[in-house]
């Protein structure tokens, strides 16, 4: 598989004279995801589960009924502080030969093949950023992207390989109502459904989180589809697949061959470290509370933007003036990119609720940071419906609420160094209102927000 090595070296793209900024390409390498042997292992387990749950009433025979079509099956979990978590490596190669030989659905050569003759044979599905951070905390899912009865599972197996290995991975293998199964490999270890083969899975339904296990080279899943016939499918519509095993898309609604995305917008006490080694976790230094003095890191983590592509960075104040407004053009097209601010504290003239925000292809990210030194008060205009009472009794946080009767708000409570510690959905009555917290003692950052309304306050526990 491909995945991630960071180069540096582009930090000229970006010029500005207020502060250091930098920033470049997230690029990715190949191995190949199952040797022969390994794969017809699979293919020999896969056919002897099919007999024995056929004999057992608990799967049907092949038949003729219409192919699936396929949700996307990677998704970030609740709580993961990104917009997106995926990017797209490697799609199926249609070229038989190699080596570099390559041809995608799509006539393009986003693919690989090997000096060993293996020609890619699903779709890489990465994540970005941070891959090894999203491992660890759980923040990429892999869920089922159409239903269908577990036909084998593995588990057990390493998870933070970066290279060649003969290892096993982790994997469940779905079969539709069709005959045709589903491949979903390189899964975190322990992360496996704890469903059993034979049970059914819904469309949606979650089935590990995504990991390094097996022959691979970074966090990522391997898609990997089979027809009713035991025919490698590639389930995109395009002009160059033309395999008889697949004649039209296999997707609910087909994603174009480039996703242009804002994965995220974060901010962070220092310059992060994208490449710790192999299977470290990225020394991400995550902040959304600086104290006066303190100079900002605003990270923009993009992928598949166009070259060209205007891509503007603003900074906005705690009364909604614009403080800072810059665009770059992106200088060429990445799979996966990020560009960094070094905002010092000499910008930072307004303590109280700011915003980073970037703008790229019509998509517009906003990401929330508090700067200056919060007093209890603080963040809390005398126009403010909302008043927090300080500190938390009895872990029971307290809000005096003088608005709209019972209005519906969203509560997230970040930890000191940027952490989502909690997200959900309140009712707020007028009067005081009492709302569970169980977080250890210290201090937080919670916001609530509506669709017109958004306030940002300190938490003492």
């Not at 089922?144 to 588990?155: D, M, Q, R, T």
């Amino acid at each position: 598989m491909k995945t991630k090595i960071l180069t540096l070296g582009l930090c000229a793209a970006l010029h500005l004279a207020w502060a250091q900024t930098g920033g470049g390409e997230f690029k990715f390498q190949s191995a190949e995801c199952l040797s022969p042997e390994a794969r017809a292992q699979v293919q020999k387990m896969l056919e002897n589960n099919r007999q024995q749950l056929q004999k057992e009433g608990k799967l049907m025979a092949k038949n003729g009924l219409v192919t699936p079509l396929f949700s996307w099956p990677v998704k970030k979990s609740s709580g993961a502080p990104y917009n997106e978590v995926w990017s797209i490596s490697n799609y199926v190669d249609h070229n038989p030969n190699f080596p570099n030989l390559l041809q995608d659905y799509n006539c393009g050569t986003r693919t690989y093949d090997t000096s060993a003759g293996y020609n890619h044979a699903g779709i890489d599905i990465f994540t970005w950023p941070f891959g090894w951070y999203q491992m660890d905390y759980n923040q990429s899912e892999v869920i089922a992207a159409a239903p269908g009865v577990i036909l084998a599972k593995s588990n057990g197996n390493y998870d933070r390989n970066c290279a060649f290995n003969s290892s096993n991975w982790n994997a469940v293998y779905i079969q539709h109502s069709d005959g045709s199964v589903a491949w979903y490999g390189h899964l975190k270890n322990n992360s496996v459904t704890t469903k059993s083969v034979g049970q059914s899975v819904a469309e949606g339904e979650y089935l590990g989180i995504v990991g390094s296990s097996g022959n691979s080279t970074g966090p990522h899943l391997h898609f990997e589809v089979y027809n009713s016939n035991n025919q490698l499918v590639d389930p995109y519509q395009g002009a160059c697949n033309t395999w008889a095993s697949a004649t039209q898309s296999w997707w609910q609604n087909q994603k174009n061959y480039n996703n242009p995305k804002i994965n995220s917008i974060s901010t962070h006490s220092g310059e992060v470290i994208l490449n710790n080694g192999c299977g470290v976790q990225e020394t991400t230094l995550f902040k959304n509370a600086f104290n006066a003095g303190e100079t900002v890191y605003a990270y923009l983590f993009l992928s598949d933007i166009a070259a060209g592509a205007p891509v503007n960075f603003q900074l906005i104040r705690p009364d909604n003036s614009v403080g800072y407004n810059n665009t770059f053009n992106m200088p060429q097209f990445y799979t996966a990119s990020y560009w960094y601010y070094s905002v010092p504290a000499s910008y930072f003239g307004q303590s109280g609720a700011w915003k980073a925000t970037v703008t790229v292809n019509g998509m517009t990210q906003i990401h929330n940071f508090t700067y200056g030194v919060l007093s209890v008060a603080e963040g809390q205009t005398n126009e403010s419906p909302i008043k927090v009472v300080n500190p938390v009794k009895n872990q029971q946080i307290q809000i005096e609420y003088q608005g709209k009767a019972n209005q519906e708000y969203t509560l997230e409570i970040y930890s000191m160094e940027g952490r989502l510690i909690n997200k959900r959905k309140i009712i707020l009555r007028k009067g005081l209102n009492q709302l569970p917290f169980h977080g250890a003692r210290g201090q937080y950052i919670m916001k609530i927000s509506a669709e017109h309304f958004e306030e940002t306050f300190k938490l003492l526990h």
